[in-house]
Structures are given as C-alpha cells and as structure tokens.
C-alpha cells in the first residue's frame, strides 16, 4: 500500500480510536473516522492473541491487500482501521473479502456505483 495511505503515527491511531465509530464484525473490527483529506488513510492492528510474528505478518498482509483491492470502490475523506481478531487466523481470503464488504456497507464508505463484488484483473 502507497505510504500516503498508510495510518502510522500513534497520535492518529489515538485520534481514530477515541472519536471514531465503530462496527465489529466476525474477522475484525472496523473502525473510521472522517480525516479531511482527498483520500483514505488505512491502518491495521494486530494483537499477540492472534498468534506469533509470522501468523500476526500474514493476517496484516491479508487485510492490507483486501484494503488494496477495495480503495477504488469507497467514500474518499477517512481514515479507516481493521483491527483482527483471533478468527482472522483460519479464513480464506474470500471470506475476508466478504466480511469487509458487508462492515464497509454498514459504515456507509461504500459507494453507491460500486454494488458489484471487487474483482481485481490480472493478466
């Protein structure tokens, strides 16, 4: 993910949390906040209950690349985070994607063009 995307000073993960909404869902909880910017900022938490470094690596690397494939199809002007919890571990990437989808929905942050599920092209 750019690195103008990216949510990285502590100040800005205190801001999210304590004015914030948030939406918790099977995988993880989502939490935004309106930031005033011309794009989104996303960051990601994970704790030490969702396992080692090398599980806690995948499960971030997993969420950064379903944020990656969503950004196109959401409101712009928020700073959103997804905060794992311990069922992230054993899920595929599909459910992954759907369960943000349908947190998304929920929040409002998605727009109304994109009702269609996020396919991304490779060739």
């Not at 949510?7 to 939490?31: N, P, Q, Y």
């Not at 349908?102 to 060739?123: F, I």
């Amino acid at each position: 993910m750019r690195r103008d995307l990216r949510l990285r000073r502590a100040a800005d993960f205190a801001h999210l949390r304590s004015v914030g909404k948030t939406i918790r869902g099977t995988f993880f909880t989502l939490a935004y906040t309106p930031n005033g910017l011309p794009h989104n900022r996303y960051g990601v938490i994970t704790g030490k209950r969702i396992g080692g470094a090398v599980i806690r690596n995948r499960v971030k690397r997993r969420l950064r690349e379903a944020l990656r494939l969503l950004d196109d199809h959401l409101v712009v002007g928020y700073d959103v985070v997804l905060i794992a919890r311990s069922e992230m571990r054993s899920t595929s990437f599909s459910a992954l994607e759907m369960s943000l989808l349908l947190l998304v929905g929920k929040a409002g942050l998605r727009r109304e063009s994109s009702n269609q599920p996020v396919q991304e092209n490779t060739p």
